[in-house]
């Protein structure tokens, strides 16, 4: 498989608004793209779903393909929209998947700012925020564990 960049018209950006099996879809996801310790389960997707400050988009491979390529996971508050998960499967990495994913979340809502906490080890992650413009804000120590520290980054919006 190739790593072609994909292009706007390639993959369909959806919001997620209770469609169905798509919270089994995310897990699957979750499961092969996080660290164990950090995947959510089934029931714990559903539960933060249900909150109403979150925010789900979600990529298909476009022309009516219910297949999720990855997807994002953001909490709104007064001033803040927060990313806590992106994820991208793995075969469809490197195509501007996560990039596409993060624009749109970022075009579509109206707050000053945009938070996430990144392991400054995580390179790919790391230059994916760098790419987008989110600047160092502060360092959470011992945040994944003692001696693993977590960077808090933020970029202003308005
Ligand atoms: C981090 C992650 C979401 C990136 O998703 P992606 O769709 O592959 O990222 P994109 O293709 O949109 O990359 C956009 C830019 O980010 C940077 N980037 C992304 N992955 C990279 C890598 N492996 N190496 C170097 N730079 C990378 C590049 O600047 C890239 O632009 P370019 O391809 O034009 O050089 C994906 O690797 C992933 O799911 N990782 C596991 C989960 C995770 O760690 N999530 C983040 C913390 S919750």
Redesign the pocket.
Same mark, same amino acid.
């Given at each position: 498989m190739g790593h072609r960049?994909m292009g706007q018209s390639d993959i369909d950006i959806i919001r997620y608004k209770g469609q169905a099996k798509v919270v089994e879809k995310l897990h699957a996801i979750e499961k092969g793209? =996080?660290p164990r310790s950090l995947a959510l389960s089934a029931d714990e997707l559903t539960k933060v779903l249900k909150r109403p400050n979150t925010v789900l988009l979600f990529a298909t491979s476009g022309s009516s393909s219910t297949e999720v390529l990855?997807y994002i996971l953001a909490f709104q508050n007064k001033l803040a929209l927060h990313f806590s *998960? #992106? #994820? #991208?499967a793995e075969a469809? *990495? *490197? *195509?501007?998947?996560?990039?596409q994913l993060i624009l749109e979340a970022l075009s579509s809502t109206k707050k000053s700012f945009a938070t996430l906490h #990144?392991d400054p080890q995580?390179?790919?992650?790391a =230059?994916?925020y760098q790419?987008l413009g989110f600047q160092l804000d502060g360092v959470l120590e011992d945040y994944y564990r003692a001696g693993k520290p977590a960077h808090k980054l933020q970029k202003h919006l308005l």
């Open positions: 960049p793209g =996080l990855g *998960r #992106v #994820v #991208v469809y *990495r *490197r *195509r501007g998947i996560a990039k #990144v995580n390179q790919p992650a =230059l994916l790419s």
